[in-house]
Nanobody
């Protein structure tokens, strides 16, 4: 079981990035998925989650209205569209697969983690 995150990079404040995450199909179809981020010296925090069929989503208050999570089960892909970026969004972003099919907000509910992709937002 592997998760591969990509799409990070350097963006200016106000700019946009789209993160992608691919997973082995067997895991992807049945699992809720999520994005977390970890800034230097801080705990890893929940960013967004999506149910197994995309029917339910959840966002951290800090990104609500700016970020959009989506998934394409046919492609075994998870996405995070990030708009109106601010320097506080700078972090390593991780995709993760939950144990169950619903939306999960807690790290302890996620079993598999990708390696992370760096997002840096300059002011």
């Amino acid at each position: 079981v592997q998760l591969q995150a990509s799409g990070g990079g350097l963006a200016q404040a106000g700019g946009s990035l789209r993160l992608s995450c691919t997973a082995s199909r067997r895991m992807f179809i049945n699992n809720g998925m999520g994005w977390f981020r970890q800034a230097p010296g801080k705990e890893r925090e929940f960013v967004s989650g999506i149910s197994w069929n995309g029917g339910a989503t959840s966002y951290a208050d800090s990104v609500k209205g700016r970020f959009t999570i989506s998934r394409d089960n046919a492609k075994s892909a998870l996405y995070l569209r990030m708009n109106s970026l601010v320097p506080e969004d700078t972090a390593v972003y991780y995709c993760a697969a939950a144990r169950a099919g619903g939306v999960r907000l807690e790290k302890r509910d996620y079993t598999y983690w990708g390696q992370g992709t760096q997002v840096t937002v300059s002011s």
